[in-house]
């Protein structure tokens, strides 16, 4: 049960921290692959 009660204070710092750089890092690639720049 305090796993359970522990768990969104380490998910939402992973999620805040993974999923923009994840973004960035597709966006990154994108750029890369189309020659945008």
């Given at each position: 049960?305090?796993t359970?009660?522990n768990?969104?204070s380490?998910?939402?710092?992973l999620?805040?921290?993974?999923?923009?750089?994840l973004?960035?890092?597709?966006?990154?690639?994108?750029?890369?692959?189309?020659?945008?720049f």
């Amino acid at each position: 049960m305090t796993t359970l009660s522990n768990l969104p204070s380490i998910f939402v710092p992973l999620v805040g921290l993974v999923f923009p750089a994840l973004a960035m890092t597709s966006l990154f690639l994108y750029v890369q692959k189309n020659k945008i720049f």
